[in-house]
């Protein structure tokens, strides 16, 4: 394929982003392929699609047959990687691992049955618009997309194109956060007075020097629909690396800790307070804000719950009878202020989480709660087996799309001051 201009290229992205597709000619209600393997292809082949992709390849029905990224090094180890993984025993029909440097010729491949996209944030609304559009379901990192508009349209495009979507927003696929949104939804901390999400810092704009580029890069391409500037090393760290990027913390590609973590500590907070379908009705910046403020940004619910940014544990219901704290491999309940269940400190608490979730379901949460949220115990797997019951997956384009409009709502509070 010609290498396209920057403007030839904008507008052909857009256009594909735009257009409509006509369906294959495959039955959508197929559980699986003829094959019995769904083929996939993945975009973006930095440190977090290199877990996710290690992961796909153990997966016995996953076929992976191709790898896109701007980078040569990267795609190349890539498709080295998915290579050295089959040698021995080859999905059957599988006839190689294509790397390219451009998504669309993924896009393009009527023998694809699904993309895995982990490219900036910047990137996300666009190769998942496309990919729907083509026919293709989608895992797509958090946040689902970049700005507000953006997850609207892929909110709408999901059904539209008759596809299944799961963002990557793997908490709700872990037993402490499912545990911790069952205890709020089922009124164990009486009503919800306020929840604190802590995580770091809002996006800034990127002021980043220009160096030299090097060959084996298409600086361009990684731009992409993002305003054009000199090569930074920050952004875009040359070959095959094993830290995440610092483009994160910059408006132009993504929004900083608010999106990044926020994604998941905000996503947890709406699953909590039952808004899954809704979403704030206000943002508010924090109290004396300045450019430079960094905390206390607040999204307000209809009832008048607010959940504010601030420094603590991930996320912290505060009930009228009750607490309920949790991030990564931390929980704890309080109820009248006894602690019913504890695993915070393990220098501390002489037990383990999973002992402390068991006795919060058995002595709190009962056989039957009234409310019994979704179940996963994997991410991936979730992924694949609604790929094959053409069912929404637990965290589903309205989930992923309205966590990250909350993202963008705190963000625009920080930017803005209003």
């Not at 379908?277 to 008048?304: F, I, Q």
């Not at 915070?344 to 989480?353: F, M």
């Not at 056989?367 to 069912?391: C, G």
Request: with cysteine; proline share 6%.
């Amino acid at each position: 394929m010609k290498t396209p201009t920057r403007r030839s290229f904008l507008k052909s992205t857009a256009a594909v982003a735009a257009a409509p597709f006509l369906l294959p000619g495959r039955v959508w209600s197929a559980d699986t392929p003829p094959s019995g393997r769904f083929t996939m292809g993945f975009i973006g082949m930095g440190k977090q699609n290199g877990g996710l992709l290690g992961n796909f390849l153990s997966q016995d029905d996953i076929s992976v047959v191709a790898v896109c990224d701007v980078d040569t090094t990267r795609r190349e180890n890539a498709q080295q990687q998915v290579i050295k993984r089959y040698a021995e025993k080859k999905p059957e029909g599988w006839k190689g691992c294509e790397a390219s440097n451009d998504f669309r010729q993924i896009i393009e491949r009527d023998d694809i049955d699904a993309v895995c996209i982990a490219t900036p944030d910047h990137w996300h609304a666009l190769i998942t618009l496309a990919a729907l559009r083509s026919g293709k379901d989608v895992y797509c990192e958090k946040p689902l997309t970049h700005n507000i508009a953006e997850a609207k349209a892929v909110i709408a495009a999901v059904p539209a194109n008759q596809r299944v979507l799961q963002t990557g927003s793997m908490q709700r696929s872990m037993k402490e956060f499912r545990v911790a949104a069952e205890l709020v939804r089922n009124g164990h901390i009486g009503k919800v007075e306020k929840v604190i999400v802590s995580f770091g810092d809002p996006g800034r704009p990127c002021d980043l020097p220009t160096e030299d580029m090097e060959p084996g890069l298409d600086w361009d391409f990684w731009q992409g629909p993002a305003e054009k500037r000199g090569y930074s090393s920050v952004l875009s760290p040359r070959g095959v690396h094993n830290h995440f990027p610092d483009w994160r913390n910059y408006r132009e590609y993504g929004g900083g800790m608010v999106t990044d973590w926020g994604a998941h500590h905000i996503d947890i907070a709406q699953w909590g307070l039952g808004m899954d379908d809704s979403g704030p009705v206000e943002s508010r910046p924090p109290e004396g804000w300045t450019e430079k403020s960094k905390r206390g940004a607040t999204l307000v619910y209809a009832d008048g719950t607010p959940v504010t940014h601030g420094d603590s544990i991930g996320v912290h219901f505060f009930g009228s009878e009750g607490e309920v704290q949790v991030t990564r491999g931390r929980f704890a309940l309080s109820q009248g202020g006894e602690t019913k269940a504890r695993f915070l400190d393990p220098k501390v608490d002489k037990t383990s989480l999973e002992a402390q979730l068991i006795k919060a379901e058995k002595e709190i949460l009962g056989e039957s709660p009234k409310v019994a949220l979704y179940r996963s115990q994997d991410h991936i797997r979730d992924f694949i087996d609604a790929m094959k019951s053409r069912k929404q997956p637990i965290t589903h384009e309205g989930v992923g799309g309205r966590s990250a409009i909350c993202c963008h709502l705190m963000n625009q509070a920080y930017y803005h001051g209003e």
